[in-house]
């Protein structure tokens, strides 16, 4: 499970905050990838598709394959998760096991782009959502099969935001990109994103005022506390109940007047999604298919599967701040992207250094370049 949502403060700023939940850690990294930098995107029977970063940006990472000792892993092979630019675009990656399917037919000839390639082509080329949009109406994009999933299809689909408050939904649905724009900023995992839009429209009911009292015949019944007004809630931890509690949550939640205090109100906002280990768990025996990405399997040795959330972001998109904790801690460490504009380093810290680092963490990545 996965969970995103937007937050405007009082002067209309964006924050945006997402967790990111799975039944295991895995080998994150985080990378300031500079302005300037080549990349490359290979499809099988198509051209490779090569572009020079514009923006320079910072990205939590997953390696795309396996190291080998005639091929260790080079930067191109560390694909983003969930990252910010120097422009204040966002990109997020969210399971959506309903991705796979059949393909709509691209010529031999032209270069096309991996999915699993779309956050460094997404943040490295782009200032706005609606560039986004544009170049994706020309630029065709395959799922490609996942070796350390097993060979399953890129199981996920992508949200995009920018600082003016604009939000993209790139989905693949049976195989078919589509492109959604996002009135109300929030993502989870399945069904398709229309769907989710659709069945807010049963929640009109919703809204922020507690109303604590009510007549029943000659009885005057009275709420003994705060709340009610989030009775109408799901209260399941599924893509669909979360969903419908990041709409809410995003549309009530005050608005703050600081920069610094609207980070923590949306880290607040956040804890609402933060899921512990064991809340729910899947014995072996137990019809897994609906855990968060297809292919990943908990290890041998655990009696049950139990999702958690691994990491949760934050991002300032006006100061460019990128905030990070992980689940071994309730602190957020901050990386200034602003800071890093015009270095022509490669940075690369494993996620586990910011346990130990302090409010600010961007002299640590600083001196951690690239081997």
């Not at 949502?5 to 985080?30: C, K, M």
């Not at 923006?55 to 939590?60: C, D, T």
């Not at 091929?71 to 694909?79: H, I």
């Amino acid at each position: 499970m996965c969970t995103s949502l937007a937050y405007h403060d009082a002067s209309e700023n964006v924050y945006f905050g997402r967790t990111l939940e799975l039944t295991s850690d895995l080998p994150y990294q985080i990378v300031y990838f500079p302005k300037d930098i080549p990349f490359s995107s290979d499809s099988d029977g198509h051209p490779t598709l090569k572009y020079t970063g514009k923006n320079g940006f910072i990205a939590v990472t997953m390696p795309g394959r396996m190291p080998t000792k005639e091929a260790p892993l080079g930067y191109k092979d560390l694909k983003p998760l969930e990252g910010m630019n120097e422009k204040g675009l966002t990109f997020s990656l969210l399971s959506y096991p309903a991705a796979g399917g059949k393909h709509e037919a691209v010529a031999a000839t032209k270069a096309v782009l991996s999915a699993s390639d779309l956050g460094s082509w997404a943040l490295s080329q782009f200032a706005t959502v609606a560039e986004v949009k544009d170049a994706l109406e020309a630029q065709p994009v395959l799922l490609e099969p996942l070796a350390l999933l097993g060979g399953v299809e890129s199981p996920f689909h992508y949200v995009v935001h920018d600082s003016t408050g604009d939000c993209l939904v790139i989905e693949f649905n049976q195989g078919e990109m589509k492109l959604h724009d996002n009135p109300v900023g929030v993502m989870t995992n399945g069904p398709e994103f229309s769907w989710h839009l659709t069945n807010l429209d049963n929640y009109t009911f919703l809204s922020n005022v507690d109303k604590s009292s009510a007549t029943f015949g000659n009885y005057k019944a009275v709420q003994p506390d705060s709340g009610i007004a989030t009775a109408g809630l799901p209260a399941s931890n599924t893509s669909v109940g979360r969903f419908v509690r990041a709409a809410y949550y995003a549309q009530f939640t005050e608005k703050a007047k600081t920069p610094d205090m609207a980070v923590k109100t949306l880290a607040h906002v956040m804890n609402n999604f933060d899921r512990p280990r064991g809340i729910t768990i899947d014995y072996p025996s137990e019809d897994g298919g609906h855990l968060e990405v297809a292919g990943l399997s908990s290890a041998a040795n655990e009696d049950y599967a139990t999702e958690f959330t691994c990491w949760t972001n934050l991002s300032d998109l006006a100061r460019r701040r990128f905030y990070l904790r992980t689940y071994r801690s309730l602190n957020y460490t901050y990386i200034d992207v602003g800071a890093l504009t015009g270095s022509t380093d490669l940075l690369i810290l494993p996620i586990e250094k910011l346990d130990e680092l302090p409010l600010e963490g961007t002299g640590a990545l600083q001196q951690a370049k690239a081997g």
